[in-house]
């Protein structure tokens, strides 16, 4: 099929709860698909545009996002537990509640980043008293 004409289908395409584990997305053009709690584990979704992409609970463990464009993309609890995501945008991207791999910065979730290991927490401006 035409890469345009994909290009259109996915814009509208829901595949909310879609079994698409191990399938083959690399640079697929998915900006605003609807892929809530879909299952896509180990799939290659590599260069791909997720931009505005609905993956609220969606199942990425294994996945391969590298240089994926995932802008303002709502992955709200996703889990990306071993995703791969070198070079992945994830700028504007709605991260509260997702499983990210743990070499990737949580500076997008809701909590704060944990200190780096080995890194201390700042010390108290003033004493406390001890008595």
Do not use: C, Q, Y
């Given at each position: 099929m035409e890469n345009g004409l994909m290009s259109r289908?996915?814009?509208w395409f829901r595949a909310d709860h879609a079994?698409?584990?191990?399938?083959?997305?690399?640079?697929?053009?998915?900006?605003?698909?609807?892929?809530h709690g879909a299952q896509l584990r180990n799939a290659d979704l590599r260069e791909t545009?997720?931009?505005?992409?609905?993956?609220?609970h969606a199942?990425?463990?294994?996945?391969?996002?590298?240089g994926a464009f995932l802008l303002l993309a709502d992955m709200r609890g996703a889990d990306l537990s071993g995703a791969v995501l070198t070079?992945?945008?994830?700028?504007?991207?709605?991260?509260?509640g997702a499983r990210l791999p743990k070499d990737v910065p949580t500076a997008n979730a809701a909590a704060p980043p944990a200190p780096a290991?080995?890194?201390?927490?700042p010390a108290s401006s003033s004493p406390r008293d001890s008595g």
């Open positions: 289908i996915w814009s079994e698409l584990e191990g399938v083959d997305l690399h640079g697929s053009d998915l900006g605003g698909a609807n892929l545009n997720l931009t505005g992409a609905v993956l609220t199942d990425l463990r294994g996945a391969d996002l590298s070079g992945a945008n994830l700028e504007g991207a709605d991260l509260r290991s080995g890194a201390e927490p």
